[in-house]
């Protein structure tokens, strides 16, 4: 019985059947230089099988059982091609992924030059390091998934799909698959975590939307975790050659940066530009003379990596503040201190950076002080010494990250500078109905950042109602017109700014009619107690609901002012937003199994203005746990022939809360000139923080052992191993960087 006679089947598909469904491939919207080399990325492969994951034909049924039947019965003929997964392998063409480009170094771009890049090998200290940051793989709480259907008289179709960027999304599909965006509807429900593996355009819907037209039915695909561990994006998987300048006393003169980037074996929607935006960023929250970043990215036989929590913030800060800590290893000064003499003098208005970027405001200092503070540094360094001359098999150590971030993706023209496709404006709706309630359409899609309530918070508060008053529509395209969506902690600085706009422009015209009615002038009126008021006679008030009313009656509107109260804004930013920070990890480790356990973290950051408390923790408390987790336990492993080993949560490990810490979260507040709300971004300051103050920790707590370098994640075994090099002079894994993949850190083939 041929697959296509099984129960239930529908039909099987190859890329030959679907030829004409797909007149281009994925989409990929950063081609960040002129001579970028791209990789088409059909939805089904045409050739070559490029890594484990690559699709090469579809099995459409019934049920779910009967489809995964079907493909177990799928028989692929097929020729072995030789594998490469070593970045620096990779870079030599032995053997290349396209045959079309000619080679896999597809992208090279580099930024700096500010200050005297001769203070690199002429300065008093010179302190080099290569750092190596394995694979990660995003575990959203519930993996991607999507619902196709239509009406294929009309040619209109539409797609539910578990995304973050509706409206990209349909930009996106619209070019792969033709369908119209006049005729393409996108649904985001309620996402279940995205974390950057949702900020993308993916074959299974691309493949759903065909299908549903080509079949004339609803087509449905729903990812299980062995699907999102292959095919979904990956995370980092990047080599840093580090080189901090500095002085005998302290001062940091220079910081320069060499990275290779695994971009895997396509980009995906934003692959080269993720190591770009940490481009930016590789001063830190630092005051120095010179600065270089370039980054080449290269093509290997894995999973096409793209924005992981952070994206491109985490990779950068991460080989700042391990090449701090190894600065003030070297001139035999506390990290604390070589920190705080370096930290850039605070200012309140934009401050054009060494990287050329206007950083919107800064104050740093306090936010690292509370941190010390909190952690009760001066206590604990003396309880480390306590331990270390008694001999303890049990080792404290403390580790610390100071960070800048550049949050709210941003201006337009600056985008466009950087040959981003889209733009970095959002918009806003807000419609005033008739007694009382408040609708608002938004154009960016949340999946666990707390949109319904801070949005209602920010309209109640402008329009003098309760936040049960309003109701926030998001997520579809055919509701919410205009958006960029949410990404790169943009919701607030972009979205809720705009939001905060339509709330003014609402305001302008009930003062119009306000003014009317009362029968005065409206410079007679002021807005006090969530209502116009009639200056001197603050009984003589209108509010927004009364308001409202009237102009849905339009019985009595002024001339010229047109019924239905209502506002709509569209905000591009003059700039981006620039939250910042300092946490601070203690540690204690087992100098005889390896094992590392966090006594206490303390994450104090600036995120500007807070509009919700809880939210911003909650946020924080949830970057914080990725960071541990790609500190401790997370690496994404391939064997030598390119599978996946680490391909279920049996061998890729997520901590669970019995293993991440309570947190002691404070925060200071530098109002953000970017935006009139003052804030700036705080969803993924955890996760760019936390690695480096974990690993900085372990490293403290056996630095008096000899160990200097550990490589992440800081398994009991690889802490145990560097202790034992050290200490014994055995050979074994221990910080395992020089340029070894994360297979050959553990002893495999790469």
Request: charged content about 20%; hydrophobic content about 40%; glycine content about 10%.
């Amino acid at each position: 019985m041929s697959r296509k006679q099984m129960p239930g089947v529908i039909g099987v598909f190859t890329a030959a059947d679907l030829d004409d469904a797909f007149p281009a491939g994925l989409p990929m919207v950063w081609p960040i230089t002129e001579d970028i080399k791209i990789p088409t990325h059909w939805p089904l492969t045409k050739d070559v099988i490029r890594f484990a994951g690559d699709a090469v034909a579809v099995v459409v049924a019934g049920s779910r059982a009967q489809a995964e039947d079907a493909a177990e019965e799928v028989a692929v003929r097929a020729t072995e091609l030789p594998v490469v997964l070593d970045l620096e392998e990779a870079a030599k063409d032995q053997v290349v992924l396209h045959e079309d480009l000619g080679t896999n170094v597809v992208v090279h771009w580099s930024h700096g030059g500010g200050g005297d890049q001769a203070i690199f090998e002429s300065a008093p200290v010179v302190v080099q390091e290569r750092h190596l940051q394995p694979r990660l793989i995003p575990n959203a709480i519930e993996g991607r998934g999507c619902l196709a259907y239509g009406i294929p008289a009309a040619g209109e179709f539409t797609l539910v799909s578990s995304t973050q960027i509706p409206h990209i999304t349909r930009v996106g599909l619209s070019i792969t698959t033709g369908i119209p965006q006049t005729k393409l509807r996108i649904i985001a429900p309620d996402v279940g975590g995205g974390f950057g593996s949702k900020l993308n355009i993916y074959a299974e819907e691309a493949l759903a939307l065909a299908l549903a037209r080509q079949l004339g039915r609803p087509v449905k695909w729903i990812e299980d975790r062995q699907e999102n561990y292959l095919a979904t994006t990956h995370g980092r998987g990047v080599i840093h050659d580090c080189t901090l300048a500095g002085t005998e006393d302290g001062k940091i003169l220079g910081l320069k940066f060499v990275e290779l980037a695994d971009m895997g074996a396509y980009f995906q929607l934003l692959t080269p530009g993720i190591p770009e935006l940490g481009g930016w960023v590789y001063m830190g929250p630092y005051d120095v003379d010179a600065y270089w970043y370039e980054f080449t990215g290269i093509m290997t036989n894995a999973t096409p990596t793209d924005a992981y929590r952070g994206a491109g913030r985490p990779e950068a800060t991460y080989v700042i503040e391990r090449l701090v800590d190894a600065f003030a290893r070297r001139i035999g000064k506390d990290p604390a201190q070589v920190r705080r003499m370096n930290l850039h003098p605070p200012h309140v208005d934009a401050q054009t950076s060494i990287m050329g970027l206007n950083v919107d405001s800064a104050n740093y200092e306090p936010t690292f002080d509370r941190a010390l503070e909190l952690a009760e540094y001066d206590q604990m360094r003396k309880e480390q010494a306590a331990r270390r001359e008694s001999g303890d098999v049990r080792q404290i150590g403390i580790g610390l990250s100071s960070y800048i971030e550049m949050c709210g993706l941003a201006p337009s023209e600056i985008l466009g500078a950087l040959r981003y496709v889209a733009g970095g404006w959002d918009a806003a709706e807000i419609e005033c109905r008739p007694f009382g309630k408040v609708v608002v359409r938004t154009g960016t899609s949340p999946h666990g950042q707390g949109h319904d309530t801070s949005w209602s918070q920010i309209v109640a508060d402008g329009l003098g109602i309760t936040p049960d008053d309003v109701e926030v529509l998001h997520g579809d395209t055919a509701v919410s017109r205009l958006g960029m969506d949410t990404y790169g902690s943009r919701s607030a600085a972009v979205g809720g700014e705009a939001l905060r706009q339509a709330v003014e422009k609402v305001k302008e015209k009930a003062r119009i009619i306000a003014a009317h009615e009362l029968e005065v002038s409206e410079d007679d009126l002021e807005w006090a107690d969530g209502a116009f008021r009639v200056r001197g006679a603050p009984d003589k008030a209108r509010t927004i609901p009364d308001l409202a009313t009237s102009a849905w009656q339009a019985h009595s509107l002024p001339q010229g002012v047109e019924p239905v109260l209502e506002g709509t804004a569209v905000y591009d930013p003059p700039n981006f937003t620039w939250p910042a920070g300092t946490h601070v990890c203690v540690v204690e480790v087992d100098t005889e199994t390896g094992k590392t356990d966090v006594l206490r973290y303390v994450a104090v950051d600036d995120c500007g203005v807070v509009i919700n408390p809880m939210i911003v923790e909650g946020q924080v408390q949830g970057g914080v746990a990725q960071g541990i987790a790609e500190a401790l336990y997370e690496e994404a492993v391939y064997d030598g022939s390119g599978n996946l080993m680490t391909s279920s949560m049996t061998q890729y490990l997520i901590p669970s809360a019995m293993e991440i810490p309570d947190m002691i979260l404070d925060r200071t507040e530098t109002p953000s000139t970017t935006n009139a709300l003052g804030v700036k971004g705080i969803a993924e300051a955890g996760t760019i923080a936390s690695p480096p103050a974990v690993i900085n920790a372990v490293v403290d707590a056996v630095s008096h052992l000899g160990v200097t370098e550990m490589g992440k994640p800081a398994s009991p075994e690889r802490v145990w191993r560097a202790i034992q090099e050290a200490t014994k002079g055995s050979p074994g894994v221990s910080g395992g960087l020089d340029g070894a993949t994360p297979a050959q850190q553990e002893g495999g083939a790469s």
